[in-house]
């Protein structure tokens, strides 16, 4: 099926970054964009839509989260890290069942697809619940089963972690036409043993998957491993072979200059999560020397319970201020670098080589904003508008490989009401 969505403006991507055609024409062939033009192509198109007053953006990606933490949203707020996670978020997670992971994941998605996400990393388990959520949503993912260990004396193989996160991978990477990847996992330094690690790390190489860690979020956890091992979280994972993969290190708080070398030299791409840093107390990753270093830098929510959304508009709009704040700069954080972020990076993280912007030949993953709205009025600039101006319930329509999956605030794959009847009953189970 051919699309034309006509009437409208389009923050498109060329090899020298975003441009805006005004008034512009994009067609879509299936799953791809076939046109992009400022004049009403000749070709015919089985569908004509009209997008009056709306801008396209090519659709958000975001490299850390954890989805079915939606049911845990909240709880615990207002704590440091460490007992955060384990006084309340551990003990809580441990009632969770696969029909909650199942709920959580689909709430998730809602949440994503209605403020713009087209694509999302995640870290959990029960994948095989997130991974069917994903598959009769639409949307993108890469999601991976995290592997923590706190037995010296477990075995690698013998780890009923890994046996579900080998198990996840062979079941479904590159399901529903390569919309599902599967990538591997180790939690944290804080959370793993080295045998584990080194094992795990090896296995996701000769794999040639992706590997997803938390890294260096907290002080205490980046001092702490120094004091253990001599080395940073980054010189440990490195030394172990976990960054002999590509990889993907959430947070990277407190990262030195050195490990920041190490991630250069390994191909490690840091994802920001400023949220979630901001409301744990965590302190700001120094994000102007990752881009200044060229990492490849991502944009996450992480989960819903430190955040409290998975609202990435939010997470633009806090990283493209922060650090101007911090550093007493308003030149830090560009919006075309932090929208390259959210998209062009998010894409090459993933392993998506044709995802991550509005261009001929891509993978038609399209939002629409509505900017007939009070706030969103002048518009002189749509990509300042989208980081400084808009909120995700601007987000009028969101497009995943040609097909819309939500539109004007109704889901159009997902039956709102069952999911919020399932997430009731889970948190019945988990609170009562």
């Known amino acids: 099926m051919k699309t034309l969505m006509k009437n409208c403006d389009i923050l498109a991507s060329g090899a020298s970054g975003f441009y805006v055609l005004k008034n512009a024409f994009c067609g879509i062939d299936n799953d791809r964009i076939c046109c992009l033009s400022e004049t009403e192509p000749s070709e015919k198109f089985d569908y004509v839509k ?13 490299t850390h989260c954890h989805a079915a933490m939606t049911l845990l949203r909240g709880i615990g707020s207002d704590l440091p890290l460490q007992e955060w996670l384990f006084d309340h978020m551990f003990p809580t997670e441990d009632k969770l069942r696969p029909e ?63 046996k579900e996160a080998l198990k996840l991978y062979h079941a479904y990477h590159n399901a529903g036409n390569g919309r599902l990847k599967i990538d591997l ?56 072979g976990a960054f002999d993969s590509p990889a993907l290190a959430a947070h990277c708080v407190w990262c030195t200059d050195s490990d920041l070398e190490i991630l250069k030299a390994y191909n490690v791409a840091p994802i920001h999560n400023p949220t979630s840093n901001m409301k744990l107390g965590s302190g700001f990753a120094p994000i102007q020397k990752m881009n200044a270093m060229g990492l490849t830098v991502g944009l996450g929510t992480d989960g819903a319970a430190s955040n409290n959304n998975l609202n990435l508009i939010e997470e633009m709009h806090l990283a493209s201020i922060i650090h101007n704040g911090y550093s007493n700069d308003p030149t830090i954080m560009k919006p075309a670098e932090v929208l390259k972020m959210a998209t062009t990076n998010g894409a090459k993280i993933q392993g998506r080589t044709d995802c991550g912007g509005i261009a001929l030949g891509n993978k038609a993953d399209i939002i629409a904003l509505n900017f007939d ?10 990509l300042t508008m989208l980081c400084y101006s808009a909120q995700g319930s601007d987000v009028a329509m969101t497009m995943v490989d040609g097909k819309v999956l939500y539109e004007n605030g109704e889901f159009l794959t ?11 009953q889970s948190l019945k189970h988990l609170y009562s």
């Open 50 to 62: 009209d997008m009056g007053g709306k801008v396209l953006f090519p659709g958000l990606i975001n």
């Open 100 to 162: 909650d992971v199942k709920a959580g994941s689909q709430l998730a998605i809602m949440e994503m697809l209605s403020t713009g996400t087209v694509s999302f990393s995640d870290m959990y388990y029960f994948c095989e619940d997130t991974a069917e959520a994903v598959l009769e949503s639409g949307i993108k993912a890469n999601l991976c089963r995290a592997i923590s260990a706190f037995d010296p004396n477990e075995a690698y193989e013998d780890s009923y972690r890994v």
């Open 185 to 240: 996992s180790l939690h944290a330094e804080y959370t793993c043993l080295e045998h584990i690690v080194k094992a795990h790390s090896a296995k996701c190489k000769d794999l040639d998957a992706i590997m997803h860690i938390h890294l260096s979020e907290t002080k205490s956890e980046h001092d702490n491993c120094v004091e253990k091992y001599g080395k940073t979280p980054a010189e440990w994972f490195r030394d172990l």
């Open 373 to 382: 709205a009070p706030h969103m009025l002048p518009a002189f600039d749509p």
């Open 414 to 424: 997902i039956d709102k009401e069952k999911v919020y009847a399932d997430v009731r």
